[in-house]
């Protein structure tokens, strides 16, 4: 399996283009676009409640709530092929999962703004495994101290994105816009969450 690491001052990125096969990412994207619990929710941005623009299902252990931009989610159980890939994540992370956030892009307007995974739940440098299906997408990271130059990723269908080590730390991340006509996207953003 193909890998290339990312080399960024403060962070540790791994990056696998086929982690799983395209007929794997196909049948796995179908799955979860017919059989998630898709939402929008209401967070809280600049001191306002706005829609998310994106759809969101958050899977993991029970009892393992996560908390963000004023957002309590509370966990479904992990459906089988999750469970599978979670388990192949797990591998290549070297370390264990327990919840899911998965996101929705269904077309070229939905997207994430800046952003770091630094909520307290997820300990000091969390591990983060960000699965990627369908539409291709630009994934941004620039330095919260501005101190480099931004970087870019186009994550492929069937992708693997490991952020690990000091990145949340020292560096935020987004996906942004398109004006481009895009097909939907899944990404499963593997973490671990500490019990509080």
């Excluded at 080399?7 to 676009?33: C, G, M, Q, R, T």
């Excluded at 623009?53 to 899977?59: E, G, V």
């Excluded at 290549?92 to 077309?107: G, I």
Aim: charged share 30%.
């Amino acid at each position: 399996m193909k890998k290339s690491n990312i080399n960024l001052k403060d962070a540790n990125l791994v990056y696998f283009p086929d982690f799983i096969s395209e007929a794997e990412a196909d049948k796995l994207l179908e799955y979860l676009l017919e059989n998630l619990s898709w939402r929008q929710d209401k967070i809280k941005m600049f001191g306002k409640e706005v829609m998310q623009p994106r759809l969101t299902a958050f899977h993991g252990a029970k009892g393992l709530n996560y908390t963000y931009s004023g957002l309590k989610l509370h966990p479904e159980p992990f459906p089988e092929p999750m469970m599978d890939l979670k388990e192949k994540c797990e591998d290549a992370a070297k370390t264990e999962f327990n919840v899911c956030l998965a996101n929705l892009y269904r077309d070229g307007k939905d997207s994430m703004g800046w952003h770091a995974d630094d909520e307290k739940e997820l300990g000091n440098n969390p591990i983060i495994a960000s699965v990627s299906l369908g539409a291709e997408r630009d994934f941004k990271l620039k330095h919260k101290k501005g101190l480099t130059a931004g970087h870019k990723i186009r994550l492929q269908h069937g992708s693997l994105l490991i952020m690990q080590g000091t990145t949340q730390e020292f560096w935020k991340h987004s996906l942004p816009k398109t004006a481009k006509t895009v097909n939907p996207r899944i990404n499963l953003t593997f973490r671990k969450i500490y019990y509080e």
